[in-house]
């Protein structure tokens, strides 16, 4: 898979800018804020119809636009496809493939695959559950775009409910008993199959990143993922029925996915506060990594990669050992200085201002 053109308008600080990218090692160089960071996530909304930095869909208009313009030529073993993505802060968003229009913009997902790599990813083990949920729920949706319904399922099962536990104020009996047993049955199926997902996930995904810890850190120490989900022993329709009184009491949901965790073990140590900061960061670059090589197994596609001033937070150890473990897929790179030792460039980008171009 690669992005052979890319067409940015009104995205982020871009007014226009129009990239023709070659395969292997793309650099993108230029001072911080200059927009370097805004072509990788304009390639990972087509991806995902999601900012990869977690920003909303407001932030991703230039100032004074009323909507931004996402379009790309990507290249498939068996096709090429030309992809257009519209966001638009006030409305609906609208995607096309090959100047078709899609009834849904979802139906974008899978045309085109990335793995990101940011200089923010220690957060995957330091910071709490929510991100490393989002991690699973992301490689379920590059693996197969199906899960993201089940996601919005949950989502939208969780939004209902808890603005009904709100609304009843602490009781509740009548159409408002009926209409919050219909919540608990659309978020306990929702819910039930989105977990099963995310467990079966981490057993895939765990044996990949020992092997890539092991090459990177060079040293051979089983990486344990568990998902701790209490609830998934009896069902969450049971789990509900249990916290019903509490739920009620505290007007939110307390059981479900949106509160399970995903244990990440160093051998028989928790790494979020038992590894060094270098382990950890081994650690999530092999996340990643795997994360890579999974879809790739499983989709028979090479995603993209996109590496986002990740080396600023590496020691020479650590850059070396990456950059002999990418794999030969084409790669977007941003960099405020000169790029790692052993990396050789197939084309570099000068980024100032929301301009780019090619040096």
Partial sequence: MQVRRLWLTDFRNHEAADLSLPDGLVVLRGENGAGKTNVLEAVGYLATLASFRGSPVEALV???????????????????????AEVSPGGRSRAQVNRQRLRRTRDLLGAVRVTVFTADDLALLKAGPAGRRRFLDDLLVALHPRHDETRSDVERALRQRNALLRQVGGRVSGDDAHTLEVWDDRLARAGEILAAERAALCERLAPLVTDAYDHLAGAPVPIRLTYDA?????????????RRDEELRRRVTLVGPHRDEVDVRLGELPARTHASQGEQRSLTLALRLASHRLVEAETATSPVLLLDDVFSELDE??????????????????TTGPVPEGVVPAATFEVADGKVCAS
């Avoid at 609830?231 to 509900?240: Q, S």
């Fill in 62 to 84: 230039r100032e004074g636009a009323q909507a931004a313009v996402v379009r790309a030529e990507v290249t498939h073993p068996e096709r090429e496809v030309l992809l257009e």
């Fill in 230 to 242: 209490p609830w998934m022993a009896d069902g969450l329709a049971a789990a509900l029925a249990r």
């Fill in 317 to 334: 150890a650590r850059s070396r050992a990456l950059v002999s473990e990418l794999p030969a897929v084409q790669t977007l790179l941003t």
